[in-house]
Nanobody, 115 residues
Framework: QVQLVESGGGLVQAGGSLRLSCRASGSTFSISTMRWYRQAPGKQRELVATISSRGITTYADSVKGRFTISRDNAKNGVFLQMNSLRPEDTAVYLC?????????WGQGTQVTVSS
């Protein structure tokens, strides 16, 4: 089982930026598809961004042009650069990895954007 640990969340004003990090244990990171999800209170979990093992990225329409997902296979890390943050981006952000039939989740990191 892969263990994922997120960091980098916090409180930021609207228009500000944050960079989230997710570190993975294990030897399957380089072949894993990595995703960032978010969950706001009372709302369903939402897929924010995906990066494949080959570095292909996709984004939710709500974050396109503002968020960038990247990965560093040498460090077993995936990152989410969030710019031009809005109050509606407030949520717990969770890292997810998928390789073969194995799916893992991190505990999440809180992002709060004040208006």
């Amino acid at each position: 089982q892969v263990q994922l640990v997120e960091s980098g969340g916090g409180l930021v004003q609207a228009g500000g930026s944050l960079r989230l990090s997710c570190r993975a244990s294990g030897s399957t990171f380089s072949i894993s598809t990595m995703r960032w999800y978010r969950q706001a209170p009372g709302k369903q979990r939402e897929l924010v961004a995906t990066i494949s093992s080959r570095g292909i990225t996709t984004y939710a329409d709500s974050v396109k042009g503002r968020f960038t997902i990247s990965r560093d296979n040498a460090k077993n890390g995936v990152f989410l650069q969030m710019n031009s943050l809005r109050p509606e981006d407030t949520a717990v952000y969770l890292c997810n990895s998928a390789a073969y039939a194995s799916v893992s989740w991190g505990q999440g990191t809180q992002v709060t954007v004040s208006s």
